[in-house]
T-cell receptor, first 114, second 111 residues
Framework: KAGVTQTPRYLIKTRGQQVTLSCSPI?????VSWYQQTPGQGLQFLFE???????NKGNFPGRFSGRQFSNSRSEMNVSTLELGDSALYLC?????????????FGPGTRLTVL | DAKTTQPPSMDCAEGRAANLPCNHS???????VYWYRQIHSQGPQYIIH???NNETNEMASLIITEDRKSSTLILPHATLRDTAVYYC????????????FGQGTTLQVKP
């Protein structure tokens, strides 16, 4: 079956703009998590959505937001972009049949803020 | 903050076993040990997880010490394609979708 897909794969924005990234989970998966990866901070958890509700949230400012649709697809939005928001944004989905399921990661969206 | 400690880098000869250690001395009784790896510029990939018993799958083996304060991921016959950053993660069942990544171990498999 198809894996996790993320669009777009690459994005260039300028400071002050906003951006929306999309993630389509594996069919049947209801949990979608988002991560930010930078050379300095590594992989950091942003938030998790399950059945259209935010279930967990990392330590990021309110400029970072997300949502999940009834088909489990998820979007994350970053407003008022800063240079430091340049990163690889990864999403991961899980079936959550139990608490110990593996997460399947997408290829990521590479965001560059100029 | 990450609850695990891993060496920043390791080398391994192709065809030999790669043994990647991880310390998790503050692990709680209901927390699992997960291993993921990230090949350059790709999303992380799940490898294996365990609670207290040793585990084996088609990719690797996981050895957890009896006191659960440390574990070792074993890649039995490393290939060049196993060159990646390996992350050891401790996760409780209450944080289902939240993985706390540390800095991981960069494994370099050499011919």
């Amino acid at each position: 079956k198809a894996g996790v897909t993320q669009t777009p794969r690459y994005l260039i924005k300028t400071r002050g703009q906003q951006v929306t990234l999309s993630c389509s989970p594996i069919s049947g998966h209801r949990s979608v998590s988002w991560y930010q990866q930078t050379p300095g901070q590594g992989l950091q958890f942003l938030f998790e959505y399950f059945s259209e509700t935010q279930r967990n949230k990392g330590n990021f400012p309110g400029r970072f937001s997300g949502r999940q649709f009834s088909n489990s697809r998820s979007e994350m939005n970053v407003s008022t972009l800063e240079l430091g928001d340049s990163a690889l944004y990864l999403c991961a989905s899980s079936s959550y049949r139990d608490s110990y399921n593996e997460q399947f990661f997408g290829p990521g969206t590479r965001l560059t803020v100029l | 903050d990450a609850k695990t400690t891993q060496p920043p880098s390791m080398d391994c000869a192709e065809g030999r076993a790669a043994n990647l250690p991880c310390n998790h001395s503050t692990i709680s009784g209901n927390e699992y040990v997960y291993w993921y790896r990230q090949i350059h510029s790709q999303g992380p990939q799940y490898i294996i997880h365990g609670l207290k018993n040793n585990e084996t799958n088609e990719m690797a083996s996981l050895i957890i010490t009896e006191d659960r304060k440390s574990s070792t991921l074993i890649l039995p016959h490393a290939t060049l394609r196993d060159t990646a950053v390996y992350y050891c993660i401790v996760k409780g069942s209450s944080n289902t979708g939240k993985l706390i990544f540390g800095q991981g171990t960069t494994l370099q498999v050499k011919p």
